[in-house]
């Protein structure tokens, strides 16, 4: 296991039981939730046992870190269930639950202060994902409690932010090292690949992108039924 800090650790774990509590409250589906925990524990187990750190391998071990959270989410919403699934979830939830990203992206930067990822990873850097975080109360707030903004205001919030985690994602794949690292040689994209550390993309990753999907194809559907209505009435 990585040398990383307890106090660290715990507090990633603590955003984890987080980012999970946020998903269940706007989907009230223990399935769902029995169905996260046991890939959470899956991929626990391999982290720990040291899988993702295996060099040389094809397809790499990264891939099979962060591709099957990714490829399960956009699977699903093509079907016809996940997408009844999604449009029963709670809009108000779904937008609080990226306040977890503040706490994600303060932990990114003390593991890149022990030297498991670089700092275009970080705040510091090039990653601006925490804006996320930051602005999600406000927007909730602003949406949801003083209808200041409309549809369209939250639409173009959930837009924004997805950008953002495309651009920390695409970092974090090219600062891995894997046949196709461009970035970072000094200092890899090394501690999401060690327990527990490995639910951040593997499970916290996906379920952020998730809930942006969901949220937009919510809002898109509420614009059309609306017929342009702008406050947020959910």
Sequence with gaps: ?????????IGFVLTTVATLWFFYQSAKSRNALFGILVWMTLVGVLGFIGFYQVENMTPPAFLFLLGPGLLFVFLYLLTARGRRF??????????MLHIVRIPVEIVLYYVFLEGYIPDLMTF???????VSGLSAPVIYYAAFVKNWIGKKGLLIWNFVCLGLLVNILTIAVLSAPTSLQMLAFDQPNIGVT????VWLPAVIVPIVLYSHLV????????????????KVNL
């Design 215 to 230: 949220s937009i194809r919510q809002l898109l559907r509420l614009g059309k039924e609306n017929n342009g209505v702008s």
């Design 86 to 95: 999604g449009d029963k979830q709670s809009l108000k939830w779904l937008t």
């Design 1 to 9: 296991m990585a040398e990383i800090s307890i106090p660290v650790t």
């Design 124 to 130: 510091d850097g090039y990653n601006f994902d925490i």
């Design 194 to 197: 060690f327990f527990p550390f």
